[in-house]
């Protein structure tokens, strides 16, 4: 089965919430995720509740997309370690050929991409992310001529060379938790800082630990990892329930959370 990188897998994360809130045992959904999965998890926070026309969807990609029903899913949380936010960067330094000697990281990811592409029988794809995305596209339904480009735009959380974020973030309306390293060798924490400083959703925060580097937290700090996860999808204290009292009170924010316009956001746990 062809992969499209988050276009159409967002909407597969969505499909699968709605099951699970489908059956009488499950009294709420909520997500852990690590590098590229968390860059799908957040598109699925946005994806829940974008605007329609949103500026990162385009008409051309609409028909492709998994139908909206209105619901918000992931209501529990969605926790997301050490996503690559910057993916379009990343894609253009895998189009040129690294040594383990001149950056062992993308050496690596280079020989990810490969064997991805030996697997598919793709061929002429030489360590280049690019490469292998077009390949993947051209099994899946995203044949259209601009469906690269289209997809990119849904996928950006930074922007690029002129081309607009969408703000995605800014549309969330389940608890989002971002968890990083200063010492992320592939993802830098710019990137978190950068996509902070566009997002002034209350529900949406981040932590930024000096080690860890990519996706390590339960070696780094294993008991702190653990226990932040508990505590986030804690069904009486956790981040579903953390609406700031104060912003209710000043009516910039519905008891339901259905409305999140502030300048100054605060965090996750402030009361």
Known sequence: MAYSFGVLETGDLLTVAEWLESQPFVTGTGIVSFSWSANISLLAAWENSRSEGHESVNPRLVPHLRKRDGKTHYQSGILAISPVLDLETVTDELDKSWSMSTNPI???LQGTVNRRAERRGYEGVDGSLRKLI???YARSE???AEAMDDGFDYL?????KGKPTGHKLQDARVPVLILH?????LAYAQEIADVFGETTNPRVAGIVLKGGGHDGFAAYCRDYFYSLILNFFDPQTGARRSIPARMIADQKVKPDGSRLLTEHPPT????
């Open 106 to 108: 993308f050496n690596a």
């Open 134 to 136: 077009a390949c993947e």
């Open 142 to 144: 995203l044949t259209h």
């Open 156 to 160: 950006r959380f930074l922007p690029y």
């Open 181 to 185: 390293a200063a010492s992320d060798p």
């Open 268 to 271: 996750l746990t402030d009361k």
